[in-house]
Nanobody, 122 residues
Framework: QVQLVESGGGLVQAGGSLRLSCAAS????????MDWYRQAPGKQRELVAA???????NYADSVKGRFTISRDNAKNTVYLQMNSLKPEDTAVYYC????????????????WGQGTLVTVSS
């Protein structure tokens, strides 16, 4: 069984910073892309940032220059450093892996974490 567990959410004032972490566990052989999504109340889930195992990154326009995604492949962990936070960044943040390859060579699709709440006060 493969799991993604997020941590690091919380309440922060506008202009502040938070660092989210997402650790993958289970019989994992490899994970290519790992992403962060978020879902604000009443809105659809949206992609925030993505990173491949080689370190290529992609960001939503709304977070470019403020958020940084990184990963530690040896630990199967992805991070999201969020700076200059704004009230509109308030959302539940989800870690996501489109495909996880297990040691048994199974390809597990669409693995999601349980989410961590980020609240930015004005």
């Amino acid at each position: 069984q493969v799991q993604l567990v997020e941590s690091g959410g919380g309440l922060v004032q506008a202009g502040g910073s938070l660092r989210l972490s997402c650790a993958a566990s289970g019989s994992i052989a490899s994970i290519n892309s790992m992403d962060w999504y978020r879902q604000a109340p009443g809105k659809q889930r949206e992609l925030v940032a993505a990173i491949t195992s080689r370190g290529s990154t992609n960001y939503a326009d709304s977070v470019k220059g403020r958020f940084t995604i990184s990963r530690d492949n040896a630990k199967n962990t992805v991070y999201l450093q969020m700076n200059s936070l704004k009230p509109e960044d308030t959302a539940v943040y989800y870690c996501h892996a489109p495909v996880v390859v297990t040691t048994g060579r199974y390809r597990v699709p669409e693995v999601w974490g349980q989410g961590t709440l980020v609240t930015v006060s004005s």
